[in-house]
């Protein structure tokens, strides 16, 4: 998780994770709108989605984001949508972000943070253990998983609020699509912007702080990359590049390219990358000792 300079390709951003719907959703407690900060007088919340049955004390944090936009969606549908998840247990905190355009990226890094201090420090409410937090997401999300799991700290001991005192460090990540690389998008140095993507007009100066290849080291959490190879706006050379920088430093690493997928998942590929997120957490947080 130490800052170290790579190189890396210029991508767009854009578009959330199509996880499968299969029917009904799973029997879960719904605890909606918890707020885990404020910023210019607004709230800052999560969704959080409890098993009713099987509960394994494990949870995962959904980052609730496609182009740096975070949009609310009622957690009725979001339990519809990670049924399975539910289903084999797990505790799920679909996590909002201030939203572009109003926010860009370090100002959205900082939320997702704090959100994982605030569920950390108050896990025995929602009955999951606190080392045992996944992150996922796609594309954007994706990115913010990536932040969670590669630049992650120990917290500020000296800070009022007890909660941020606890780490932000994740045990899992799983990242669909996602970019990796923002030095080469980042507008706010030469003047320019980006009207599609607002949340990358910030100082590149300070994109390498917030571009998870950067930040790749031995400590790193497991992390599942899963992208498709006809992606025609984040290349999977991205995927590829992350990739191989974990397997040089040794972090348990797997990647699944399905071909032909572009951006975003329907169908048969929704199904299988469904279903390999699944397995990572259970096989990396589901264990009492992941």
Known sequence: MRSRSRSGLAILIAGLVLAPVTGAAQSAEIVPDIVYGHKD???????????TANANGAAVLYMVSGGWFS????PEATATRFEDLLAEGF???AVRHGSSPRYVI???????????????????????????LGAFGGSAGGHLALMLGNASDEGDPSASEEFMREGNRIASVVAYFPPVDLRRIARGADGSSDTRFPALNFDRDIAPEYSPIVHVSPDDPPTLLIHGDADDLVNVSNSETIHAAFQEHDVRTEMIIIPG?????RGEDAERANAAMIDWFKQTLADDDP
């Not at 007088?41 to 098993?51: E, Q, S």
């Not at 949009?71 to 009622?74: F, M």
């Not at 959205?108 to 253990?129: E, L, P, S």
């Open 106 to 132: 370090p100002e959205i890094v900082a939320d997702v943070r704090q959100a994982v201090r605030f569920i950390r420090h108050n896990a025995d409410q929602w009955g999951v253990d606190p080392v045992r």
């Open 71 to 74: 949009r609310y969606t009622a």
């Open 261 to 265: 997928a572009g951006h975003g998942f």
């Open 41 to 51: 007088g607004m709230a800052l919340t999560f969704d959080v989605l409890r098993p």
């Open 91 to 93: 505790t799920v905190f």
